[in-house]
């Protein structure tokens, strides 16, 4: 059942057995599982509508301190689906060692392993747009390339990478949600605080409000928060109740180590067709992706003493490095579902999607550069091939000084806007250079030249390093209540009837995309509650 918030009458009382704070990956993989296992009434608070709207969206501005970042409004989407709605579709599982104990980085790994996880992996896939038959295609060619490539896999291996179409949960989950006898998705309204009894140890209520001035309440025997990484470590932190340092806070971690994943971009000229490359730079998961992956190997991570590690491979052909050729992109992209759907747009600048004069005129203008490089760019023909472009992927190691803390703005509200503090450190720059080094030694195997051939003239880190709007650390997990904030379960040591749902408990970020470890986690905790609460 799909409920305006507006509609409820204000001062009132709403009763489940679940509640669940956000409808992204996390909060809709949680509620359609406890759906399918038990008989449980849930209900999910969702701060924006069914599509992106401009005064909900204003909820999400922040401030970030450090390094430059992009601005905080445009990395998260505050309606239903969240930021499935600016969701590139890659699904890959995180390295292996990053659950593990790494001694040359003092990381005490996850308390949980990732075979927990894997038992998920199917119904998690699914969930992300990619079904049995692509995964097992999937498998076969990361098998094929396995056995041929020309990589010398002691120093860097490919990596697997499974890909969605990619799904918008707000389309694919949106019928489901609105038949659904056991699910009340509240529209319009914003969790504004989590009411606890008097020792903080129990969570009696979840106060409600929409922009329209109404508020209302959320009684139920537990609360999930799935609002990302960034409002879940806020939402705690401004239900202070009894407490000035918030909730479930009494380790000090809520908001603290904030994980990103860092990524630098490198271009290399190569000659027309690029031949021998060709066999490790090119489409990846089933032909549905326009770059191949390339990981440092554990061994060399333990012996260099690195963090992980990974490089998209993807080749750039003729007029693509013109600046007409961004414009142009942008108008193609304007038309091109899913991703004319996406609320902000990359590398627009921010904004509502739209069409621009300036993409419109860069086309007529340039007709050469609009028609030859489109082509090249959807059928990929190696004569037209110029260039080769890295994106090295870097794990970001967690620090309690990278962090989410309340500012001083405050919002519609008047709660606190976030404010994210985010530095590097030397082992994730020693990482980039050793990683971005060993792909290029590789590369100069089968293009003599390409490391001497840089289109760019930057040393990279930290000028040329981004974010990837992928938000992680601040509700870690941790069996140690003095270093954590959640449990193996996901339930706040503090809290008794309190979880967190989503990367936010992730201890360590691994460098590659979350979502399907996300997706993974929230059906582990469904079977956890269906258990717990039946």
């Known amino acids: 059942m799909i409920i305006d918030g507006h509609s409820v009458p204000d001062g009132a009382t709403l009763d489940a057995d679940v509640c669940i704070v956000g409808s992204g990956f996390a909060g809709l993989a949680l509620a359609q599982r406890l759906e399918q296992r038990s008989r449980l009434r849930v209900v999910v608070v969702e701060s924006g509508g069914l599509r992106w709207e401009e005064a909900t969206a204003d909820l999400a501005h922040g401030e970030v301190v450090g390094l430059p970042y992009y601005p905080l409004h445009e990395t998260r989407v505050r309606a239903f689906g969240g930021t499935s709605a600016s969701w590139g579709g890659v699904c890959t599982p995180l390295e292996a060692n990053a659950f593990r104990p790494r001694p040359w980085l003092n990381s005490p790994g996850w308390p949980i392993e990732q075979a927990e996880l894997n038992a998920y992996s199917e119904d998690a896939l699914g969930f992300c747009g990619v079904d049995h038959k692509e995964r097992d295609e999937v498998d076969r060619e990361n098998e094929l390339t396995l056995s041929t490539t020309p990589l010398d896999l002691t120093r860097l291996q490919p990596g697997l990478m499974y890909n969605s179409r990619p799904v918008r949960l707000a389309m694919t989950c949106l019928p489901a949600m609105r038949a659904s006898e056991s699910i009340r998705v509240l529209l319009h309204s914003t969790a504004t605080e989590l009411q606890a009894n008097e020792s903080a140890r129990h969570v009696e209520s979840l106060k409600v409000r929409c922009l329209s001035g109404t508020g209302f309440s959320v009684t139920a025997r537990t609360y999930v928060l799935a609002g990302g990484g960034i409002e879940n ?61 390339v990981a440092l190997p554990e ?55 739209g069409l621009r004069a300036r993409d419109v005129l860069a086309a007529v203008r340039r007709p050469d550069v609009a028609l030859l490089t489109s082509f090249a760019v959807v059928f990929g023909p190696a004569r037209l091939r110029r260039f080769v472009e890295i994106y090295c992927g870097i794990e970001q190691l967690g620090r309690p000084e990278n962090r989410i803390e309340l500012g001083t ?69 941790d069996p140690d209540p003095s270093r954590g904030v959640v449990d193996r379960n996901c339930r706040t040591h503090d809290v008794d009837n309190v979880y967190v749902a989503g990367g936010s408990v992730f ?24 258990a717990r609460l039946a």
């Open 299 to 353: 061994e060399v991570q333990q012996e260099e003493g690195l963090l992980t590690f990974h490089a998209n491979l993807q080749a750039g052909y003729l007029g693509e490095l013109t600046h007409e050729w961004e414009r142009i992109r942008r108008l193609g992209i304007r038309f091109t579902r899913p991703w004319n759907e996406m609320p902000y747009f990359h590398a627009a600048g921010g904004g509502r999607l």
């Open 409 to 477: 703005d405050l919002d519609p509200f008047g709660i606190p806007r976030p404010r994210v503090h985010w530095e590097m450190g030397e082992v994730e720059e020693r990482t980039y250079r050793a990683g971005l080094q060993t792909v290029l030694a590789e590369l100069e195997k089968l293009e003599p030249g390409i490391a001497a051939a840089a289109i760019e003239e930057h040393d990279g880190w930290p000028g040329g390093l981004v974010g990837t709007w992928h938000h992680m650390g601040t509700t870690r997990m």
């Open 507 to 530: 201890p360590t970020s691994a460098s590659l995309a979350p979502s399907l470890t996300i997706v993974e986690l929230s059906m582990r905790l469904a079977d956890h509650l269906t």
């Open 233 to 293: 470590a806020r939402l705690l932190l401004t239900s202070r109740g009894s407490s000035s340092s918030g909730l479930a806070n009494s380790s000090g971690a809520v908001g603290a180590y904030f994980q990103e994943h860092p990524r630098v971009r490198s271009r290399y000229r190569v000659r027309s067709g690029m031949t021998p490359l060709a066999r490790v730079v090119g489409s990846g998961a089933s032909g549905t992706l326009r770059f191949s992956k």
